[in-house]
Structures are given as C-alpha cells and as structure tokens.
C-alpha cells in the first residue's frame, strides 16, 4: 500500500488478531506545475522557481508519511497566494516491494 502494509499477522488463542504494519516512509518529495489552461506540465515550472515553494512543504525524504502533515503543506503553499489548485499525489515508491 502507499501508506502502509501489514507484514504479520497472528491470531492468539483467546481470539485476538495482532497485525503488524509497516508505516510508509516518504522517499521522494517533488514539484509539478501544471499550465492552467491546458493541464500540462510547464517545462520551466512557472515564473515562480520551485525552491520557493518547496520551502513551504515541511514534509522531507525519510519521514513517515503523514496525512496531516501533507494537509498542513498543502495549506502552507495555498497561503503564498499564488497558486489556484494544490494537490498531493502520493505514489509507490519503485525501489520498494
């Protein structure tokens, strides 16, 4: 899954079932600006450059994935005015199983 999986399951006699799961780690943050009128990718990233907006998303490679925190950045780039959509769009990360 993207933001966990169960690695062990085990039912104990009296009922019980113990999952054990696996939190998502972020392994790579990143930026894409799409053009407003036609939805593609803007190859030079807009006219604002990306490190300024990227320093308003707290979430970094290595972090557990977290929901609230991603709302939280979506809200900080939101604040700087000059976007009219913002979304996240987590992904698998590749190099894992």
Known sequence: GIFG???DA???ESGVCELKVQEA???KVGLRVLDRLTGEPLPNGGRTQ???IMR???TRPGQVYSLRQARRDIDAVYSMGIMED???LPQPNADEP
């Open 86 to 88: 913002v979304n996240i």
């Open 56 to 58: 308003q998303v707290a």
């Open 50 to 52: 990306s490190h300024v």
């Open 5 to 7: 999986q169960v690695v």
């Open 10 to 12: 085990a039912l104990s």
């Open 25 to 27: 780690m972020v392994a």
